[in-house]
């Protein structure tokens, strides 16, 4: 059989395989008539796809060829593998003090580097950049709540956890 045969014969094999995939994944779960229809329909795209593995086992082909024809054969798992999987719970099993250090480390890196008061308006320079109060910082999911000359306070609008970060400037 020529090389061209061979890639055509490979190609009918892989469109049978996922039409197969197709036919089984598109049913509903609620419909049971659909379910008994898809069965047969599943058992004899298993028989065609078994007459083309023996039609194959004549043919010679490249160890590759062979390789991605029998990994395509395999059972698949039942479980859709592209299917959300639960969140860790990471806290479990920690104490409040861990817990805390944990939050603390995945917080990202500000600095509170100025300060400036005009009439009534205050701006806080934090990682380089000028905020007023109210203002969301360019960094993560942080509005600035609160402004002094020696702190922020900063609040997370996704859990509404505040946090306070020092003045680090060096003219206070």
Known sequence: MAKREKILVGLMIIALIYAGFELIFSISNDDRSA??????????????????????KQVEMEEVQRY?????????PQQNPFAPRPAPLEDEGRTPDEVKKKAEEDLP??????????GHTRMAVINGLEYQTGEKLQQGTYILVNIQPNRVTL????????????????DL
């Open 68 to 76: 991605v024809l029998e990994a395509a054969a395999t059972q698949w």
């Open 155 to 170: 609040k997370n609008q996704e859990n509404q956890a505040k946090i306070s970060i020092s003045y680090q400037g060096n």
């Open 35 to 56: 379910q008994k229809t898809a069965h047969v329909d599943v058992d004899k795209v298993q028989e065609l796809t078994a007459g083309t593995s023996q039609a194959l």
């Open 109 to 118: 890196k500000l600095t509170y580097t100025g300060y400036l008061e005009m």
